[in-house]
């Protein structure tokens, strides 16, 4: 009997103010989540743009870079071309000016001549050249007397014109010059011996 009298025992149920005030305790747990979320995703926006920018500078920093070398290297490239045109006039204004006229050695009907002056230099202007070969050359060579064979004196400066130029500075290798060699090299390099003559001042 007592056991059908005693009360029977429910769950507590919530009412609507304890419930309202449960979910007010979890806002401010959600709203801090959402506030640390919020602050990794501007973090990683920020880093990402720091990257970028980074990245950025350091394009900016080698374009500059190659820029003033290039910038550099075209003045560096101007000034020897300057001096080179000072040393050629004042080769033609020297005197007395010696010069002498290269002939065809070949079936090639090109001409050139060669002005020289021992405390000026030396410069060939020639033209109706052949084509120049692919990765090859014209080159010139100097004979002195008494020299036992011709001494390599650069590489002419020719383009698809036919035309070419060499100017050579004051030396040794100009003094008691008495022969000339215009040859056709295969490559570009200061040839050790001459190659195919194109046109020569004998010795």
């Given at each position: ?53 980074l ?21 560096d ?20 000016l ?5 002939q ?8 050139a ?91």
């Open positions: 009997m007592e056991a059908a009298n005693a009360p029977s025992k429910t769950p507590p149920q919530l009412t609507p103010t304890a419930a309202g005030q449960a979910i007010w305790n979890i806002v401010p747990w959600v709203l801090a989540a959402a506030c640390v979320l919020v602050t990794f995703w501007m973090i990683g926006i920020l880093k990402h743009n720091q990257r970028q920018l990245e950025t500078e350091r394009q900016n920093a080698d374009y500059m870079f190659h820029i003033q070398h290039e910038t550099r290297s075209k003045a490239q101007l000034a020897q071309v300057s001096a080179q045109n000072d040393q050629i006039v004042g080769l033609l204004e020297s005197a007395p010696s010069q002498r006229d290269l065809p050695t070949t079936g090639w009907q090109a001409s001549r060669v002005f020289w002056h021992d405390d000026h230099g030396l410069l060939l202007v020639a033209r109706g050249l052949p084509p120049v070969p692919q990765d090859g050359s014209f080159q010139l060579w100097l004979y002195r007397k008494g020299a036992p064979e011709y001494v390599n004196v650069g590489v002419v400066q020719a383009g698809n014109s036919g035309n070419g130029l060499l100017f050579v500075p004051p030396g040794p290798s100009l003094l008691s010059m008495t022969g000339a060699l215009l040859t056709e090299e295969s490559g570009t390099d200061i040839a050790s011996t001459p190659g195919q003559e194109i046109l020569k001042v004998k010795p």
